[in-house]
């Protein structure tokens, strides 16, 4: 049995991937509630033997070091002069890792940031050409990544991502591609509704691609002017140093509003949509709808505080 499976982070508009076959399976660009990959994993007969990270996450949690403790399983990262991820192991260009019937192919695809790596997926009865390429946050449905994380070395950058384009695209127009996020993501400003897309598609359609010449590419991406959330720092430092498991908590308990009062939480957050707190609600409480908490919290809440 072979499978792939898609799982969304709903929010943040992440995309991790489990894949499988002959009784292993891999998991690409882990979230931090890990038990998913587990589950299905389990139902579908597999073992968890490798976790492959794209890159280094800005804007979620990696739950690739606590999926490791849970499985077992290696975890990949790219390679990083500045400062290497402690829970993982080097994967350079042209390294293979073989699931069953299937074979993941290391490509080094740096721009977005330095330590990027997309994972180009064979199948080994078909070996010639990649059945699919997981593409992290080089390239999307409509848009590729990002380039402002390192602005002295704005035009150095886009053209590393560029020639990193040039080799996922050399992987052949049949080839099925798997980012790691879709739209609404900050990722990235122009991403297509769609969450499924081949790079011969990509190669006609997607805007960022028309742009053949390498200079103008850079222009463009030098010019571009993204925002970048508060916590972005914080996210890399816990993806440089792997963050912990979340809490276990089946259900909220209920409050009564003195002890609301005297709880000591830093913020008080009202998860009702907006017109049910404009209604009314308590004093002091901020407006965050529960849909918009992975994708906002961390613009209000800070490292260390408590919420209620």
Not at 12 to 41: M, N
Not at 63 to 75: D, K, N, Q, R, S
Not at 148 to 173: C, K, M, N, T
């Amino acid at each position: 049995m072979m499978l792939l499976e898609k799982i969304k982070t709903l929010g943040l508009s992440h995309l991790s991937y489990l894949v499988g076959s002959g009784g292993q399976a891999a998991v690409i660009d882990p979230r931090r509630d890990c038990a998913i990959y587990v589950e299905k994993a389990r139902a579908a007969g597999l073992r968890i033997t490798h976790i492959f990270e794209t890159h280094r996450n800005e804007d979620l949690v990696s739950g690739a070091p606590i999926l490791a403790e849970m499985t077992g399983a290696t975890v990949l990262h790219g390679p990083n002069s500045e400062r290497p991820v402690v829970y993982a192991k080097t994967a350079r260009n042209g390294d293979c890792f073989t699931i069953g019937q299937l074979e993941i192919r290391v490509l080094e695809t740096p721009g977005h940031t330095d330590d990027h790596l997309a994972y180009a997926l064979f199948d080994t009865a078909y070996p010639e050409k990649a059945v699919g390429v997981f593409t992290g946050d080089a390239l999307f449905v409509g848009d590729v990544g990002r380039t402002d994380f390192y602005p002295d070395r704005r035009e150095e950058v886009a053209g590393l991502l560029y020639d990193s384009l040039q080799d996922i695209l050399a992987l052949g127009d049949q080839a099925i591609i798997y980012p790691a996020h879709g739209a609404g993501s900050v990722c990235g400003s122009g991403m297509a509704e769609r969450e499924f897309s081949t790079v011969g598609h990509e190669r006609l359609n997607n805007p960022r691609l028309q742009i053949t010449d390498r200079d103008d590419f850079i222009d463009f991406k030098v010019s571009e002017n993204h925002y970048q959330p508060p916590y972005f720092r914080l996210m890399e430092r816990l993806n440089m140093e792997g963050g912990e498991a979340p809490p276990v908590v089946m259900r909220p308990r209920n409050l009564s509003l003195d002890q609301l009062n005297s709880c000591g939480a830093d913020h008080l957050i009202d998860i009702r949509e907006p017109m049910a707190y404009a209604s009314g609600h308590l004093h002091g409480s901020m407006s965050l709808p529960v849909n918009m908490l992975p994708a906002f919290a961390g613009w209000f809440i800070e490292e260390g505080q408590s919420l209620a």
